[in-house]
């Protein structure tokens, strides 16, 4: 691991170059090779709010045992000095876990192999060097298990008004609100579930649910008796009580004893019977911003917690693909990004445009319509001829089996205490590093899943799914086949007002990620021609 704060030398990494040449003979000393270099160049290790790519790349894959993408083992880490690797203890913990998970817990700081793996309670090795100390950590496991103890394992039925899908209270009954499935509404959560789970949009489902109607021709009303909208739809649909499943305090409650997801005491759907489950249910959240939804979901309020920063839709479908083509005021190429923007005062008749907005340049503009238009088919035509026929797949996420023997590790440990085999002091921090192992690869398995569906959003491909793809899934299928679209000035001479000309866009393909997607049975076709 290489990493400097500040390059001098405007990015050209002389500095990380010089730490990896160092660590590369230093591990000769210790009968290890390096076979993979992780730096994180021009990025400080001091602050929280800073995310640290090649940091967290590394933990992962030191986890796991091997580098993701080439699969070569990784045994530990080695570093010029541990400044270099971390500052933070959350940053020495995430690394002293993947350490032990990975077994072989080799961390060699200079030419000295030091030991970050054992723990005898008192203190860390290195942690209080590099300017933190073990109250800082003792913080962070009373933390967690402040955290675990409000995690409430329950399975009665959640109070609360009736749920779609289920029945209403009954005293004379005795049934309980939201205990029992309603057989006239159940099969239509059902269908909106599956509808989401085959990649259909929520405008899409709303539209199909508010048109629906029963035997008797009535339509199908939410649970209040009104119009579905598109959040009520979410709502049902994220909503883990249809698999069996509770959120509490932002986690899903799972069993004490097995570590697997708690099931509730109502009737909710038979995976046999109704072909959705648990992992359905995984697969649809992983798309979803759970922060709009209710209480009970986790916000996702920084781009670290979501594996990424956030990034902004927007309401014009190229916006973030069109490039300004004018030579600007520094004799350059301008290539700002143009922005859309809505159409007002004496040229409003026209419509929303695009436009150049940078200081340094007098701009381009292009009516939003004729572009979005003319693009738009054009990029329909490019989809249809690649990845016509393709089909979705779904790699499986490495870190599975390892999951699973770490929540059957911590089921031991419990069932050993219970049964007397052991005392509660001796396992207590063992169990406190399971228990954060354990969040840490299931939060890995979340991200896993949102990049899969970002990786196959163009797998499938019909100009059907097309229409049911809202503007930001059309947008990210945009950016995975399209690098930019440059927008050249109107020639001198032709007004402003001439008829919309094509040929002053220049569009760009990206060319290695259509090869990737690429149907392995299609044979190699030539680009489209565009102008």
Same mark, same amino acid.
């Given at each position: ?92 913990? &995430?690394?002293?876990?993947?350490? *032990? %998970?990975? $077994?072989?817990? #080799?961390?060699?700081? !200079?030419?000295?192999?030091?030991? =970050? ?123 883990? &009580?249809?698999?069996?499943?509770? *959120? %509490?305090? $932002?986690?899903? #409650?799972?069993?004490? !004893?097995?570590?697997?997801?708690? =099931? ?268």
């Amino acid at each position: 691991m290489a990493r400097i704060s500040a390059d001098r030398l405007k990015g050209d990494g002389i500095g990380v170059g010089r730490q990896h040449k160092n660590n590369a003979r230093n591990a000769s000393l210790h009968n290890c090779a390096v076979v993979v270099h992780y730096e994180d160049n021009n990025i400080t290790a001091a602050k929280r709010e800073v995310i640290r790519p090649a940091f967290l790349q590394m933990v992962k894959d030191i986890t796991h045992g091997h580098e993701e993408e080439t699969g070569i083992p990784l045994k530990g880490c080695i570093t010029v000095e541990r400044e270099r690797v971390y500052r933070l203890p959350r940053d020495f913990i &995430a690394l002293q876990d993947a350490l *032990v %998970l990975n $077994g072989a817990g #080799v961390f060699i700081e !200079d030419k000295t192999p030091l030991n =970050l793996v054992d723990d005898d309670g008192t203190i860390i090795a290195g942690l209080v060097t590099s300017g933190t100390g073990e109250a800082e950590v003792r913080k962070v496991r009373s933390r967690t298990r402040r955290n675990a103890k409000d995690r409430a394992e329950e399975g009665g039925v959640p109070g609360g008004p009736r749920r779609f899908g289920w029945l209403g209270s009954d005293k004379r009954q005795g049934r309980l609100g939201n205990e029992k499935r309603n057989p006239a509404e159940w099969p239509y959560l059902i269908q909106m579930i599956k509808k989401r789970a085959e990649g259909r949009s929520w405008r899409h489902i709303t539209g199909w649910i508010n048109r629906e109607k029963d035997e008797a021709g009535n339509p199908i009303l939410t649970a209040r008796g009104g119009k579905w909208s598109e959040q009520g739809v979410k709502a049902s649909v994220a909503n883990p &009580a249809w698999w069996g499943g509770r *959120v %509490l305090d $932002g986690e899903v #409650v799972k069993d004490s !004893d097995t570590g697997e997801p708690k =099931l509730g005491k109502w009737e909710y759907a038979d995976s046999e019977v109704d072909q959705v489950d648990y992992e359905t249910w995984k697969q649809i959240m992983a798309g979803v911003k759970a922060n709009r939804l209710h209480r009970g979901m986790v916000k996702c309020q920084t781009g670290e917690e979501v594996g990424g920063e956030a990034t902004r839709v927007g309401k014009y479908l190229f916006s973030g693909s069109l490039r300004c083509g004018r030579i600007n005021d520094l004799d350059e190429v301008c290539y700002s990004k143009l922005n859309g923007n809505k159409g007002g005062g004496k040229n409003a008749k026209y419509g929303d445009y695009y436009r150049c907005g940078d200081a340094n340049c007098k701009g381009v503009g292009r009516r939003v319509a004729s572009v979005d238009k003319y693009l738009e088919e054009l990029v329909l035509a490019y989809l249809d001829k690649r990845f016509s026929g393709t089909r979705p797949r779904i790699t499986q996420w490495r870190g599975k089996g390892k999951l699973a023997e770490l929540i059957s590790q911590r089921k031991k440990i419990k069932d050993s205490v219970a049964n007397g085999e052991a005392d509660w002091d001796d396992v207590h921090d063992m169990l406190t590093r399971l228990n954060r192992n354990i969040k840490t690869l299931e939060a890995e398995e979340q991200e896993h899943l949102r990049a899969e569906s970002k990786r196959n959003i163009l797998r499938g491909w019909s100009r059907g799914k097309w229409e049911q793809m809202e503007l930001g899934e059309k947008k990210e299928a945009i950016s995975q086949v399209l690098t930019s679209v440059v927008v050249l000035p109107v020639p001198a001479g032709r007004s402003d007002k001439a008829p919309f000309d094509p040929t002053l866009l220049k569009v760009s393909w990206r060319k290695d990620k259509q090869a990737s997607l690429r149907n392995p049975d299609q044979e190699s076709q030539p680009e489209p021609d565009v102008a």
